[in-house]
Each structure stands twice: as structure tokens, then as C-alpha cells.
């Protein structure tokens, strides 16, 4: 459970500086995943010791993984090869975390043994049946609460076949979790996706020596792959930059450099959507880090217009609408988000939240059915608001505080530690 700490954030007269995020999210909960089920040795530097990875890590742990802790952000897991893993003794806690439930569901249910995996308060309203559905169609013994829907969920692994499944929703965590039955069993499993979700799966498991096809419109396995143990380097998470890039083009008289963030296309949307706004970020010395392309992001203050944002770039940027909707609200005109009804049940619904705390700032925001409209250009008045748990939205009020008027008191703000332990320190340290 996290703290209740609130926090006051003041104006801010510019952020200058240089700094590095924390490791990707995404990609730490998969480092340790197909470490773990790898053969042999990972060292894994870079990861991200948020509370979410926390999860994964201990969920492993407790099948029998053994990890060394070799420094504040580097892991030496020795993995036990697909039929390694040993039957939990007890619940697996996913905590917060989404990512840890749905996509190691896909990776028990393949697994010749028993367990159950739950969750903290919001885990536990999350919909499940979007990947007990295809586990399902594939053989897989799943119960969940709320008619096999939701959390805790009890998973008697084993006895998979193969499928193609079309999924109605562009989830990586949805596409994770079957490819990640899928290589485990002999056959060829395909997921097809509406609009391509992240392909952080698809591109680890390549890095690990399996063979895994992404194509237009989704990606393809043949099992059983055999993965081996690599060193992996996880870059800096985009979806945490994204608060320092909004910060940083609000706020006048601002210029940060963040060093080594991941750039990944399939996760770059926000940078898409604050340049197609107007915004002077520059992607400087591009290189690639175990599979993945990095760059540095150079940010300056600047004027924003409002845009339209649909489609295919919802995927893209489906964390970051909480910050964008900050962003549109110090851009002239008016910005319109569709076609992004997942927002509604990301770890709180992020469309009512943000257009709560916002509009009691003072935004011009209404809430639409897949999305939010924001009339930009007025200016935030200070007040109390309320993270509502959610990691993101506790950060993104906070960027918002930057330029409100008067003081900006922010109640809940320990969900942070799930996706962001230092953000605050970081906040801090670059005000002008
Ligand atoms: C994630 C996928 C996204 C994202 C989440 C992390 C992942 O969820 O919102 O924070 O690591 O696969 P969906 O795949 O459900 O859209």
C-alpha cells in the first residue's frame, strides 16, 4: 500500500538541465520474463526498480528463479529454461501492475502447474477476460471473479494448441500473453491487432534467439523457441520523459536534454503528437540498445496549437493522454482525443480523471466517450486535487502545477513509485 503523501507544487520560472529516467517499464517486466525463461545467464543493467517490475521479479522469484542484485539498477538472473519454472507456493501479488498479470497469464497458462495470480484495489477492477479469452480458446484452465472477468484469477496450466486470434483491442499486453503460451507449445500461434501495439515482446524475443515473425497487422510464433541468456541494456522509459518533455515546452524559459530515452516507433507517438503541436524537440545521436532504438531528446519551450489525435497514434501514445491533455491545455485552440476508449480502464479511468482535476483547475476539458476535448489557452487556477491512485496522473498534475497561477496541492502521490521512484527528486533538481 502507498503512502497518502500529498505534495505542493509551486510555479515554476523554467527547467534547465540534463537528466536521465528510470528504465522502461515495458521492456524491465520483459527483461526479467525471458531471462527467466531463457537458459543460463542474464545480467540486465538499466532496469527499472519501479514497483510494478518489483512484482514480476518476486512473481519469478517464487518459481524458483534465483537473482542477484549486483547494483541499484542491475540484475543477474539465471534462468531456468522454459520447463524450468517451479509451481508457486503460494498467490503470485501483481500489486498495481497490469503488465505482470496479463502477460505472465499467458506465460502460466502453458506451464504444467497451478497458480493464482491477484492484484492490489484497481488490479482487481481491471478486465481480465481480454486475455482469458484467447488463453481460453487455446485450451487454457482459467477461472477469474466476475464470471471469469477480473482478478484474482486461478490459472491449471498445460495442455495448449495453437490458435490465430484476432484481438478487438490494440494491446501489447494482449499479444504478449498469447505469443508468450504460444512459443511454448509445438505449433504456430498468430495474433492479429487492429492498429500495432508496442512490439517490445516481439523485438526481446528476437534478442534472445527466437524466431518470431511481426508482419503487417501482428506477429506469429512457432514453438517451442529456445531462448538463451543475453546481456540486456533497457533503455530510458519514453513514458516517463514524456512529463519532463510536457513540462519543459509549457513552462517559458525552459531547455532540458534527457539522456538515452527509448524511441521505439510503436511508442514515439508523444513526440509525434507535441511536434505536430508545435513543439521544438530535437532526437539527438540515435543508436540502438539491445534491440531497440534509443536518442537523446533535446526540449525547448514553446508555443503550442491544438490538434486532432486518433487512429493509429492512439496506440502509440495510449500512457502519455493524461500528460497530453495537460500540454492542450496551455495550447491555443482546441485539441480533440478519439478513438481512445482504453483509457477508461487503464489503472483508474484516466478520460474522468484528468477531466475532474483539470477542469477543478480551472481547464477548459469535457469528457467524450473514447476521449477528451480541450479548449486550450486559459490559465489554471491552484487548488487540491486528487491522483486517484493512478502514477500517471499524480505526475501529470504535477507538470500542470508547473504553470498554474497559485499552488497546486496534489493528494495520493506515492502511486509514483509504481512507474517513477525518483520523479520528484528529478522535478526538483531541474527547477531554474
Ligand atoms: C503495456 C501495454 C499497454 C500500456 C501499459 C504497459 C505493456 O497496455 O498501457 O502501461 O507493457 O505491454 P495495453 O497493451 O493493454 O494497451
Same mark, same amino acid.
Given at each position: *500500500?502507498?503512502?497518502?503523501?500529498?505534495?505542493?507544487?509551486?510555479?515554476?520560472?523554467?527547467?534547465?538541465?540534463? +537528466?536521465?529516467?528510470?528504465?522502461?517499464?515495458?521492456?524491465?517486466?520483459?527483461?526479467?520474463? #525471458? !531471462?527467466?525463461?531463457?537458459?543460463?545467464?542474464?545480467?540486465?543493467?538499466?532496469?527499472?526498480?519501479?514497483?510494478?517490475?518489483?512484482?514480476?521479479?518476486? &512473481?519469478?522469484?517464487?518459481?524458483?528463479? &534465483?537473482?542477484?542484485?549486483?547494483?541499484?539498477?542491475?540484475? +543477474?538472473?539465471?534462468?531456468?529454461?522454459?520447463?524450468?519454472?517451479?509451481?508457486?507456493?503460494?498467490?503470485?501479488?501483481?500489486?498495481?501492475?497490469?503488465?505482470?498479470?496479463?502477460?505472465?497469464?499467458?506465460?502460466?497458462?502453458?506451464?504444467? #502447474?497451478?497458480?493464482?495470480?491477484?492484484?492490489?484495489?484497481?488490479?482487481?477492477?481491471?478486465?481480465?477476460?481480454?486475455?482469458?479469452?484467447?488463453?481460453?480458446? *487455446?485450451?487454457?484452465?482459467?477461472?477469474?471473479?466476475?464470471?471469469?472477468?477480473?482478478?484474482?484469477?486461478?490459472?491449471?496450466?498445460?495442455?495448449?494448441?495453437?490458435?490465430?486470434?484476432?484481438?478487438?483491442?490494440?494491446?501489447?499486453?494482449?499479444?504478449?500473453?498469447?505469443?508468450? !503460451?504460444?512459443?511454448?507449445?509445438?505449433?504456430?500461434?498468430?495474433?492479429?491487432?487492429?492498429?500495432?501495439?508496442?512490439?517490445?515482446?516481439?523485438?526481446?524475443?528476437?534478442?534472445?534467439?527466437?524466431?518470431?515473425?511481426? #508482419?503487417?497487422?501482428?506477429?506469429?510464433?512457432?514453438?517451442?523457441? !529456445?531462448?538463451?541468456?543475453?546481456?540486456?541494456?533497457?533503455?530510458?522509459?519514453?513514458?516517463?520523459?514524456?512529463?519532463?518533455?510536457? !513540462?519543459?515546452?509549457?513552462?517559458?524559459?525552459?531547455?532540458?536534454?534527457?539522456?538515452?530515452?527509448?524511441?521505439?516507433?510503436?511508442?514515439?507517438?508523444?513526440?509525434?503528437?507535441?511536434?505536430?503541436?508545435?513543439?521544438? +524537440?530535437?532526437?539527438?545521436?540515435?543508436?540502438?540498445?539491445?534491440?531497440?532504438?534509443?536518442?537523446?531528446?533535446?526540449?525547448?519551450?514553446?508555443?503550442?496549437?491544438?490538434?486532432?489525435?486518433?487512429?493509429?497514434?492512439?496506440?502509440?501514445?495510449?500512457?502519455?493522454?493524461?500528460?497530453?491533455?495537460?500540454?492542450?491545455?496551455?495550447?491555443?485552440?482546441?485539441?480533440?482525443?478519439?478513438?481512445?476508449?482504453?483509457?477508461?480502464?487503464?489503472?483508474?479511468?484516466?478520460?474522468?480523471? *484528468?477531466?475532474?482535476?483539470?477542469?477543478?483547475?480551472?481547464?477548459? +476539458?469535457?469528457?467524450?466517450?473514447?476521449?477528451?476535448?480541450?479548449?486550450?489557452?486559459?490559465?489554471?487556477?491552484?487548488?487540491?486535487?486528487?491522483?486517484?491512485?493512478?502514477?500517471?496522473?499524480? *505526475?501529470?498534475?504535477?507538470?500542470?502545477?508547473?504553470?498554474?497561477?497559485?499552488?497546486?496541492?496534489?493528494?495520493?502521490?506515492?502511486?509514483?513509485?509504481?512507474?517513477?521512484?525518483?520523479?520528484?527528486?528529478?522535478?526538483?533538481?531541474?527547477?531554474?
Amino acid at each position: *500500500m502507498h503512502e497518502f503523501e500529498s505534495r505542493t507544487i509551486l510555479k515554476s520560472s523554467g527547467l534547465r538541465g540534463e +537528466i536521465t529516467v528510470p528504465g522502461d517499464k515495458s521492456i524491465s517486466h520483459r527483461a526479467i520474463m #525471458f !531471462a527467466s525463461l531463457a537458459k543460463g545467464e542474464s545480467r540486465v543493467r538499466g532496469l527499472l526498480r519501479g514497483e510494478d517490475c518489483l512484482s514480476t521479479l518476486k &512473481a519469478f522469484q517464487a518459481m524458483g528463479v &534465483a537473482v542477484v542484485e549486483t547494483a541499484a539498477d542491475e540484475l +543477474i538472473i539465471q534462468g531456468r529454461g522454459l520447463d524450468g519454472l517451479q509451481e508457486p507456493a503460494d498467490v503470485l501479488d501483481c500489486g498495481n501492475s497490469g503488465t505482470t498479470m496479463r502477460v505472465m497469464s499467458g506465460i502460466l497458462a502453458a506451464q504444467p #502447474f497451478f497458480s493464482v495470480l491477484t492484484g492490489d484495489q484497481y488490479l482487481r477492477k481491471r478486465p481480465m477476460g481480454r486475455v482469458i479469452e484467447p488463453l481460453r480458446q *487455446m485450451g487454457a484452465k482459467i477461472l477469474g471473479r466476475a464470471g471469469n472477468a477480473k482478478a484474482p484469477l486461478a490459472i491449471d496450466g498445460g495442455g495448449l494448441k495453437p490458435i490465430e486470434y484476432r484481438s478487438p483491442v490494440a494491446s501489447a499486453q494482449v499479444k504478449s500473453a498469447v505469443l508468450l !503460451a504460444g512459443m511454448q507449445i509445438e505449433g504456430t500461434t498468430t495474433v492479429y491487432e487492429p492498429h500495432l501495439s508496442r512490439d517490445h515482446s516481439e523485438r526481446m524475443l528476437r534478442y534472445f534467439g527466437a524466431e518470431i515473425e511481426s #508482419f503487417e497487422g501482428g506477429a506469429r510464433v512457432t514453438g517451442p523457441v !529456445a531462448l538463451s541468456g543475453r546481456e540486456v541494456e533497457v533503455p530510458g522509459d519514453i513514458s516517463s520523459a514524456a512529463f519532463f518533455l510536457v !513540462a519543459a515546452l509549457i513552462v517559458p524559459g525552459s531547455e532540458l536534454l534527457l539522456k538515452n530515452v527509448g524511441v521505439n516507433p510503436t511508442r514515439s507517438g508523444i513526440i509525434d503528437i507535441l511536434q505536430q503541436m508545435g513543439g521544438s +524537440i530535437e532526437l539527438l545521436n540515435p543508436r540502438e540498445l539491445s534491440g531497440e532504438p534509443v536518442a537523446d531528446l533535446l526540449v525547448k519551450s514553446s508555443n503550442l496549437q491544438g490538434i486532432e489525435i486518433g487512429g493509429e497514434l492512439v496506440p502509440r501514445a495510449i500512457d502519455e493522454f493524461p500528460v497530453v491533455s495537460v500540454a492542450a491545455a496551455f495550447a491555443a485552440g482546441v485539441t480533440t482525443i478519439r478513438d481512445a476508449k482504453e483509457l477508461r480502464v487503464k489503472e483508474t479511468d484516466r478520460i474522468a480523471a *484528468m477531466c475532474e482535476t483539470l477542469g477543478l483547475l480551472g481547464a477548459r +476539458i469535457a469528457p467524450l466517450e473514447d476521449g477528451m476535448q480541450i479548449t486550450g489557452g486559459q490559465s489554471l487556477t491552484g487548488g487540491k486535487v486528487n491522483s486517484f491512485g493512478d502514477h500517471r496522473i499524480a *505526475m501529470s498534475l504535477a507538470v500542470a502545477a508547473l504553470r498554474a497561477d497559485a499552488a497546486v496541492e496534489i493528494a495520493d502521490t506515492g502511486c509514483t513509485a509504481t512507474s517513477f521512484p525518483n520523479f520528484w527528486q528529478l522535478l526538483a533538481e531541474i527547477q531554474g
